[in-house]
């Protein structure tokens, strides 16, 4: 049951992902979550390294979408600034908008990842349709209240997943040490 929050992958930043595995591996289209994944929560302008990151992988052939559970104002000016797809006010981990994504994306669950800061919305969110999941640090401490209350019960289940050996020592330490709270 626990797996179901376990993701594929667990990695420190965006800059981390390892886009020619992926190509290799057969996965052509990314749903990136915006707050925490590519920008602080609070921030509004993405900095020069993920743009280059985003545009790197546009020019391999994947496909992006992003998606967000924040307001459509706030997704769009992003989506724009990136010139990507976006499905806003996503009401993640419901499938709804990663059907959406993928409607966007035009690739199949097994060609898709999903790459998030959050176990209960993006994680939980990817693996309940079949995506390759990866979990990234959140990029700022800032967020808000309730997501901070969710990341206490998130800290609870990486050391679990860690103690079964589905996530790294490695990883979980990392990702420890740094969501405090
Ligand atoms: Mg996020």
């Not at 994944?37 to 992988?57: H, I, K, S």
């Not at 989506?79 to 035009?106: E, T, W, Y």
């Not at 800061?117 to 967020?143: H, K, W």
């Not at 103690?163 to 420890?176: D, H, P, V």
Request: net charge positive; glycine share 6%.
């Amino acid at each position: 049951m626990i797996k179901i929050f376990c993701p594929d992958e667990c990695l420190g930043s965006l800059l981390d992902v390892n886009l020619d595995e992926l190509w290799q591996n057969g996965y052509r289209g990314m749903i990136l979550d915006i707050d925490n994944t590519l920008l602080p929560w609070a921030g509004d302008t993405l900095d020069q390294e993920t743009v280059m990151w985003v545009r790197q992988a546009k020019e391999m052939g994947f496909r992006l979408c992003l998606t967000s559970n924040a307001f459509k104002e706030r997704v769009h000016k992003i989506a724009a600034a990136l010139d990507v797809p976006a499905v806003a006010s996503a009401i993640k981990p419901r499938k709804r908008a990663f059907r959406l994504a993928l409607d966007m994306l035009k690739t199949r669950p097994r060609e898709t990842v999903v790459i998030g800061d959050q176990m209960f919305t993006d994680i939980l969110g990817g693996n309940r349709m079949g995506l390759y999941t990866i979990l990234i640090d959140p990029v700022a401490a800032e967020e808000l209240k309730a997501t901070k209350v969710m990341r206490r019960i998130e800290r609870r289940i990486i050391r679990r997943l860690s103690r079964k050996g589905y996530i790294s020592e490695s990883a979980a330490r990392r990702r420890l040490g740094k969501s405090k709270g």
